[in-house]
């Protein structure tokens, strides 16, 4: 126990980023770009633009943390998002963000399995319909992570479904640089291991 008039420091906050929250919602794509789109409208004009991703993202973060995972979908695309943007840098990424909101692959793994699947929008070469406004809207990327996952299950229908999801993104892979987060989350998935917490000084892809 300190001394009266000592200047014991409190302990520093931890920057690990917290465990996949439980889940209790899934919300559509739509809700959650409207939602998203309203706290856009509502940051600071006067703010930098690395103060708006902050804030931004921290609001999507908090909601994803009271368990509606339609927003953590968010947070995993804008996570990617930054890392492209800032030159392929996680530590950048993670700067911008701020400690401990980093998106690692235990909570990609926890929102991957929870997506509804039967809803998700797959359009079609030449589709020119529009998504149900109860559907999750994925780019090409976490989609391959989701059947990636559902994969492991061993069931022939949901290898089959990875397989072809695959064929179809196969003409396009390589000129997609979202690509590489999917080798990286599947890679994981067959290794069976969590990879180091995202750090300060962390670069890992």
Known sequence: MPKEGSTASAPA???????????RSFSS?????AV????RAELAPESSTEQKERELY???????????????????LEVDRLI???GGSMREATRVLGP?????????KAIAAAVPVDR???????????????????????????????????????????????????????ADPYGRFF???RGLLEKGKEPPAAGPTSDAA
């Not at 906050?13 to 889940?23: E, M």
């Not at 909601?63 to 995972?69: F, T």
């Not at 109860?134 to 780019?139: G, K, N, Q, R, T």
């Open 29 to 33: 794509s739509m809700r959650v770009d």
């Open 183 to 185: 080798e990286t989350f």
């Open 58 to 76: 921290g609001k999507v973060w908090e909601a994803y943390l009271e368990g509606d995972y339609g927003f953590g979908l968010w947070c995993w």
């Open 84 to 86: 492209l943007a800032l």
């Open 120 to 174: 998700i929008y797959r359009p079609r070469k030449g589709d020119m319909s529009t998504p149900r406004p109860d559907a999750i809207v994925l780019p090409t990327y976490q989609a391959l992570c989701v059947y990636a996952l559902r994969a492991q299950s061993g069931l022939a229908k949901d290898r089959a479904q990875l397989e072809i999801a695959l064929g179809e993104y196969g003409e396009r892979r390589r």
């Open 36 to 39: 998203v789109s309203d706290w």
């Open 100 to 108: 401990g909101r980093y998106l690692g692959f235990s909570h990609r």
């Open 13 to 23: 906050p931890s920057t690990a980023p917290p465990a996949p929250p439980a889940l």
